[in-house]
Structures are given as C-alpha cells and as structure tokens.
C-alpha cells in the first residue's frame, strides 16, 4: 500500500464527506429550528437524484443549470412538507414527538413507493459526459472531476448557509429557535419561518443530490443509507450546528474511506458506527453541541 | 390515590382479563372457521406482529422510549434459536428462551449508554444499533453472512416447531406468543414498574424528584422489551424456515415492529393487536394485488396510511373505542 493510494482515498473520502455534511446540514437546520428529525431526509436526497436525472434525460439540462432548478424544486418540496404535514404534527397535543417521526416515516416508505412506481427499481445513471468521467491526476493521486466539482459545490453551499444565518432572517431563525412563541410577540412569524426553514433545510439536500447524482447510482432506495450516515452525522456534530455538521462529515467521510481501505470495502460503516458510540460515550450532545 | 380510584382500576384491570380471555377463546376458534391457508398465513403474521409491537410498546408506549433499534432483539432471537437447532440439535421450544433471553440481554447493552439521551437522540442512537447488528451479521461468515441460513426440515413436531402443513399449528403457536405478550404487558402495566414508566414517561425529572429511580426504571422496560422481541424472531425464524440479515436485522423491521402500537393506540394495552390486524392486512393483501406489475403502489399506500393515521389519529385508532393512553388514564384516575 503506497503512500499515494493512502492520499487519494483519503482525499476522495473527505470529498465524500463534504456531501455527507451538506445532506446533513439540511436536517440539522430543520432539526435545530424546531426539534423535529426529519426521517424522509434521505427520500428527499432521492427525489433530487432523480429530479437531476430527468432533467438531463428529457430537457438535456446541463449540470450547471440543473443546480438552481433542483434547489427551487426542493425548496418548493420542503415547504409543501412543511405546510401540508409538519405544521399538522405541531398542533397535535398528544404523543407529537411520536407523532412527528412516523409521519415523515410514513412520508419517506411513501416517496420510496412512489419512485418504485414511476422509474422501477433499477438502478440508474446519469452520464453526463465529459464531467462523469474525466480525471485529475497529480503525481500518482487519481481524482474524479465529478466528485472534486462536487465538493467544491458543497463548500459553495455551506458559504451560502453561513451568509443566511447572518442575515436578518438569519437572525429571525436563530431569534424562533431560541424561543419558538416569544417571537410572536415581536412580530415575527413562526409559522413563515418554519416553512422557509424546511424550504431552505430541502433546497440544501437538492444541491447535494444533483451533485452526487453526477457520480453516484440513482434508485428508490438511494436515501435510507445517505440519512444514516446524515442522523450519525448530526449526532456527532451536535444537532442544530452548521459548523458541527460540516466538520463531522469530513469526519465520517474520511473515517468511512480508511476504514474500506484499511479493513474491508464491505464494513465501511463499521469505523463510522465506532465512532458514532465513541461520542455517545463521551460527549452525548455532539462535538459542537449546545447543552 | 383514594379506595375508590384503586376500586375502578381493578374493576378495569378484571375487565381487560375477561376480555382478553373471551378473545382468545374467539381466536382459538377462527383459524378453525377459516380453511383458507392465505388466511390462516394471514393471521399468523397478525398475531406475530401483536406480539412484537405489544413487547415494543413496554419501552416505547409505557415507558416513552422510542426505539427504532428492534430489529436487533428480533435478529438476535431469530439467529440464536436457528443456530442452537441447526448446529447443536436444540429444539427451537427451548432455543426461543435463549433467544429471549439474548434479546433482553441486548436491549440492556444498548440500554445502558442510550438511557441518558432523551427524545430524537434516542431514538436515532438505538436506530444506528440496529444497523450495527445488521452490518455485522452481514459480514459474518459462521452465521451465513448475506446468505443467510436455511432450517432443515428435521421432523414434524411441536418440540422443533416443524410441521408439513405450516400453517394451522403456527397460528396457535403466534397465538400463545400474542397472548403471553399481552399478559405481560397487562401484568407490568399494573405492577409498580408499570407506574414508574408512566411517570418516567411523562416527566423523568419530576419523576426523579419523587423518588423514582429513572434509570433502572428504563433498563426494566428495555430488558422485558428485548426479551419479548427476541421470542418473536424465534418464533418467525420457525415459521419461515428461513433468515436472512435484512429479513431480520433490517431498519425497515424496526419500523414495522413499532408501527402496530403507534397505529393502534402507542401505551395501550390493546393497541398493538388493533394495530397489527389493520395495516398487516392492508400491508399483505397491497403487496399480493399490487406489488408485482405496478410495484411501488403497495408501499405507497402502506406509507400513505401511515402517515395519515398518524395525524388524524395521533392518540391511536383504540381512541375510536373511547380508550385513552395508560398515562391519560392515570391522571384521570389520580385526580
């Protein structure tokens, strides 16, 4: 095993983890705005996937294009989840902690449902030419175009969501999560901020499924393995914390990588489960958790 | 609590006997009036997953801790009574003890760091555990790895739970498991654990300051649960003479173990059976009608049915029979 080979997969593995940390950061702002986990966040990552997917299919749209659309498709998405089931959910006096996992629970084995219905079950690729395949090589250090594209988007994508929480509705987000029925009295409204939240926490997701969609294999059942590693991900990082979430999945990436390379491709989850318990033990509320 | 609060409350608790008991009798009876193998397969998945969900509903409904991690009492129970058979030779009615005993023994060992976190962390903490057990066990080569293990047909008897014609047997084999489920659950549910969890569930911290001790509190209602678990996967391991990680490890199992007590009425004594004979129905029958050519609908009424239930009845469908939740019901009695 040479040094290079280490290198690479190291590299691509915090490459991986920069699309980890931003499906993740979606849950962890809707999760830190209202103290809901959203657990059809990995079908929303597919919907995207295969959002991307049609569009360069059918309308022949280019990667750079399908970024924006994806996102307002998404936003749209999160916002309709929000309005039509979540805003229902917080209303419910009994059981709504309950209430509001296996609604989005139902939600998600519903999209999983849904994409069977209309793509099947195979799995799909979306070979977008020139970016799908190219490489970057630098000494013996091989790297896919498409993932280091990837990357790049999802650092762009973090930036934007740090820019946002320092705007004024940045600051109306951060006034609801503190306390979710004073910022009635100052004149903002929760049930606004709420949806904007889940538009923005789904549009994050979208971007991260059109850029993994450039690589990665598409299928109904993409999601389920995407949010895990997003719950283990915010877990680790605390819940409701950008940073945490960005660092904790360059984290999960890396370990995820070495642990494929070092043990077996097939117990990649193993280092990052590990890991997972290490910091239940230790820190419960996460890396950069708030107690 | 006034004599006559505890006078009403037994006058309940004897009711719910009687009642369970005149429903045994109707169930001992039904599989008899029903010569249809699909129905008779039916109800044994019915009563499988009464079983299930009734024990998840010790940590999840009385005790207010949600797992999404089942799966791995389940798995562990399948995989232990399959294993004492088919490498040892010990019959499955003695291989389920161990694998209840097993799956009580991990929902300790997941218990023990899981019990500080509270509410979402939780539930996605012993949802990972789950998945842990799964990756494991997938990898694992002496237990058949992805492969999983056939059971060899030994012989047809009630000691290895094998029988030529399936199904009859089977239905009053899940049928005994239901009902001791559910005799358990009725047991704890007037027990004094029954009222800690209750008030473990409502509020840990008011609860520690009345003396109840939280933690063993929870460690009790994990160990019942896992055992009552791991029981099942022995049971279902028999019965389909066939196991495989996703089949008994998988998230999506953890999920339809709960579901039935969430559906039915989540801290309630008969809300997972209700639970269990209305979506395992509509589960099954959506998959024979319309899984096969336009796959995917059947999920998406299973998850469509979820969903809404959920939200329009989040106290359970055993409220359409004017019952509430164990902890409802305490205050009113208290008060």
Redesign the interface.
């Known amino acids: 095993m040479t040094a290079s080979l280490i290198i690479q997969v190291a590299i691509g593995g915090l490459l991986m983890g920069l699309i980890y940390a931003l499906v993740a950061a979606g849950l962890s702002l809707i ?1 830190g705005l209202m ?3 959203n657990f059809a966040h990995g079908e929303l990552l597919m919907v995207a996937m295969y959002a991307a997917l049609l569009l360069h299919d059918h309308l022949h749209v280019g990667l750079l294009l399908q970024l924006p659309i994806v996102a307002a498709l998404l936003f749209g998405v999160g916002v309709a989840i929000y309005r039509g ?1 979540i805003s ?2 917080l209303g ?8 509001q ?3 989005t ?14 793509f ?2 195979d799995f799909r690729t979306l070979n977008d030419g020139a970016i799908s395949t190219a490489t970057v090589a630098w000494g013996q250090i091989v790297l896919p175009v498409s993932q280091i594209a990837a990357g790049g988007v999802c650092l762009l994508a973090f930036a934007a969501l740090a820019l946002i929480s320092r705007t004024e509705f940045g600051r109306a987000l951060e006034a609801t999560r503190e306390d979710r029925d004073a910022v009635a009295l100052i004149g903002i409204d929760r049930d606004h901020i709420f949806s904007l939240g889940w538009g923005i926490g789904a549009a994050t997701v979208g971007i991260a499924g059109v850029m993994l969609a450039s690589f990665y294999y598409i299928a ?1 059942s993409v999601g ?1 393995s995407f949010a ?1 590693i997003a ?2 991900t915010v ?1 680790l990082g605390g ?1 409701g914390s950008l940073l945490g979430a960005l660092v904790a999945g360059l984290v999960v990436g890396l370990v995820e990588a070495l642990t494929a390379l070092f043990i ?1 491709p ?2 990649k ?2 280092g990052i ?1 590990a890991l ?2 290490l910091v ?2 230790v820190r ?1 509320r996460g890396l950069f958790g708030r107690q | 609590m006034t004599g006559a609060a505890a006078h009403t409350i037994e006058t309940r608790r004897r009711t719910q006997l009687l009642v369970g008991a005149g429903l045994l009798v109707g169930l001992i009876i039904l599989p008899v009036l029903i010569p249809s193998p699909y129905w008779r397969g039916l109800m044994v998945l019915v009563l499988l997953y009464a079983g299930l969900s009734q024990g998840w509903n010790v940590l999840g409904g009385y005790c207010g801790q949600i797992s999404l991690g089942h799966a791995l009492y389940f798995g562990l129970g399948a995989y232990t009574s399959t294993l004492l058979f088919t490498r040892l030779g010990i019959p499955p009615t003695i291989g389920l003890f161990a694998g209840g005993a097993l799956g009580g023994a991990a929902a300790l060992l997941v218990g023990w760091p899981c019990f500080r976190l509270s509410g979402h962390y939780y539930a996605i903490a012993t949802l990972v555990f789950g998945l842990i057990g799964l990756l494991l066990v997938e990898n694992w080569d002496w237990v058949g790895a992805a492969e999983g293990i056939t059971i060899p047909f030994r012989q047809q008897s009630w000691i290895d739970l094998q029988f030529r014609i399936a199904v009859l047997p089977f239905d009053y084999a899940m049928l005994a498991y239901a009902a001791l489920a559910w005799l358990v659950a009725w047991l704890v549910e007037g027990s004094r654990w029954g009222f800690y969890w209750r008030a473990v569930k409502d509020d840990s911290i008011a609860s520690r300051s009345l003396g109840v001790r939280v933690f063993p509190s929870k460690m009790a209602a994990a160990a019942i649960s896992g055992a009552i678990t791991g029981v099942g996967g022995a049971l279902y391991a028999q019965y389909i003479g066939f196991i495989d990680p996703p089949s008994t490890f998988g998230l999506s199992l953890s999920v339809l173990i709960a579901l039935p007590a969430v559906v039915g009425g989540v801290g309630t004594l008969w809300g997972p059976l209700l639970g269990a004979a209305v979506l395992i129905p509509v589960q099954q029958i959506s998959i024979a009608k319309l899984g096969g050519a336009a796959g995917g609908v059947d999920l998406m009424i299973y998850g469509g049915l979820i969903l809404v239930l959920a939200l329009v009845r989040p106290q359970g469908l055993i409220s359409l029979f004017g019952i509430r939740g164990a902890a409802g019901d305490a205050v009113v009695e208290n008060g």
Not at chain 1, 105 to 118: R, Y
């Open positions: 999760f103290n809901i986990v089931l229902r959910a419910v006096r009994f059981n709504s902690g309950m209430v996992i296996f609604i629970f139902g939600l998600s084995i519903f999209l999983v449902g849904l994409a069977q219905f209309m099947g079950s109904p389920t895990v719950y283990i877990a819940f077996d097939s117990l989850e193993i489960f997972y318990v239940l033990m419960p």
